[in-house]
């Protein structure tokens, strides 16, 4: 049973497309992330959810907007899509007052 | 503020060789501390932690120790297998900052048979 589970995997698309990029959690959490891994490997947090409700909003273009339709579902729409958006993004969940994250495979995405 | 500072990369060892990955920190008040493990093409997954000082995280053969007076929570590992080889990332949350993690840059492990 996946645990965290993100949608699509690969994802290529030229610049100035909009995309979105789901992710779902069955382990029953209140609180879900978005981060950006870059080729370096640097992991950066862009945005949480905790019960639905916006928690942490980094420094992060406006271009970029979560949604999170219920406690297992948070999904990332980018819009208009730059070279420098190419990343791995992932997702992951936790329970509040526990601090332990439990991450997606994450979404390779190519921007040419 | 709350930072964490990590060896750079890329460390490679033969097999079965001695591993440690150097990590301290930075935070105010009591943080509880975290070693994430990236296998490649993988996601993180959490690899061992310690909430307090002088606690031991422990899992897979790999231990580090929560050291208050030198801030730092070293990884090590005994003897390493091709298996290890992954990104291993150091972490600290501090209660009240929404339970953010702060990541270190990671540490890229290389094990040669």
């Known amino acids: 049973d996946t645990a965290v589970s993100q949608t699509p995997k690969y994802l290529v698309t030229q610049m100035g497309n909009d995309k979105s990029i789901k992710c779902e959690q069955n382990l029953g959490h209140d609180t879900m992330y978005w981060y950006k891994q870059d080729s370096k490997k640097f992991l950066k947090i862009m945005f949480s959810y905790n019960n639905k409700e916006l928690i942490i909003n980094e420094t992060v273009p406006n271009r970029f907007s979560p949604k999170s339709p219920d406690k297992a579902h948070l999904n990332l729409h980018i819009n208009s899509l730059e070279l420098g958006d190419s990343a791995v993004y992932f997702c992951?969940?936790?329970?509040?007052?526990?601090?332990?994250?439990?991450f997606g495979p994450g979404t390779r995405l190519t921007v040419l | 503020g709350n930072s964490v500072t990590q060896m750079e990369g890329p460390v490679t060892l033969s097999e079965e060789a001695f591993l440690t990955i150097n990590c301290t920190y930075t935070?105010?008040?009591?943080?509880?501390l975290f070693w994430y493990v990236q296998y490649p093409g993988e996601g993180l997954q959490l690899l061992l932690k310690a909430t307090k000082a002088d606690d031991k995280g422990s899992n897979k053969g790999f231990e580090a120790t929560y050291r208050k007076e030198t801030t730092s929570f070293h990884l090590e590992k005994g003897s390493v297998q091709v298996s290890d080889s992954a990104v291993y990332f150091c972490?600290?949350?501090?209660?009240?900052?929404?339970?953010?993690?702060?990541w270190g840059l990671g540490t890229s492990l290389a094990v040669n048979p």
């Open positions: 972490a600290l949350s501090v209660a009240g900052n929404n339970r953010k993690l702060i």
């Open positions: 935070a105010t008040g009591y943080p509880s």
């Open positions: 992951a969940s936790s329970q509040s007052g526990t601090d332990t994250q439990y």
